[in-house]
T-cell receptor, first 112, second 110 residues
Framework: DVKVTQSSRYLVKRTGEKVFLECVQD?????MFWYRQDPGLGLRLIYF???????EKGDIPEGYSVSREKKERFSLILESASTNQTSMYLC???????????FGPGTRLTVL | ELKVEQNPLFLSMQEGKNYTIYCNYS?????LYWYRQDPGKSLESLFVLLSNGAVKQEGRLMASLDTKARLSTLHITAAVHDLSATYFCAVVNRDDKIIFGKGTRLHILP
């Protein structure tokens, strides 16, 4: 019954490291999203993609990039991790008709 | 710019009581979602509301959408402790971004 998976549940990295967060969905969804969730701030959209090789900036794209080489996979990249990127990262996908949206289990990233 | 506001942000209530969480949004949209999140867990989809007047019910939870008022409600009937969680609404904007409210932390006292 797996729908959306994320590569790690917990990750600890050092400042300046390059970090890759992977998300895979098995529902053939066109649209995929990366959010971060912080206490008191709710979920904030970082990037989303509506097709392979397509990407759109969300509300807080600074310090992040993304890659969508295959339909089922959407990667979030922190080029040079900083402590203010310590957060819970959630990936989600949704079909083109924008019905139910499914979330991955989340990756809790700590940057030291 | 689409803004989504939920209230209350925190709610503590007794078991057996009824209550309503409100979700207001600032620009036209015809798609609204409700999610539940348990501590340390990801988001679980509860309802998808796609048209004005839509009403959906699952157990003790009922969601409705009024697109003219730009308002959705999540009504809890005869609350039980298991419903303690954080509830989010989210709205799709014209660019197909999904914008979330800040969430309502619901604490149901046994």
């Amino acid at each position: 019954d797996v729908k959306v998976t994320q590569s790690s549940r917990y990750l600890v990295k050092r400042t300046g490291e390059k970090v890759f967060l992977e998300c895979v969905q098995d529902m053939d969804h066109e649209n995929m999203f990366w959010y971060r969730q912080d206490p008191g701030l709710g979920l904030r959209l970082i990037y989303f993609s509506y097709d392979v090789k397509m990407k759109e900036k969300g509300d807080i794209p600074e310090g992040y990039s993304v890659s969508r080489e295959k339909k089922e996979r959407f990667s979030l990249i922190l080029e040079s991790a900083s402590t203010n990127q310590t957060s819970m990262y959630l990936c989600a996908s949704i079909g083109s008709r924008y019905n139910e949206q499914f979330f991955g289990p989340g990756t809790r990233l700590t940057v030291l | 710019e689409l803004k989504v506001e939920q209230n209350p942000l925190f709610l503590s209530m007794q078991e057996g009581k009824n209550y309503t969480i409100y979700c207001n949004y600032s620009t036209t949209s015809d798609r609204l979602y409700w999610y539940r999140q348990d501590p340390g867990k990801s988001l679980e989809s509860l309802f998808v509301l796609l048209s004005n007047g839509a009403v959906k019910q699952e157990g003790r939870l009922m969601a409705s959408l009024d697109t003219k008022a730009r308002l959705s409600t999540l009504h809890i009937t005869a609350a039980v402790h298991d419903l303690s969680a954080t509830y989010f609404c989210a709205v799709v904007n014209r660019d197909d971004k999904i914008i979330f409210g800040k969430g309502t932390r619901l604490h149901i006292l046994p």
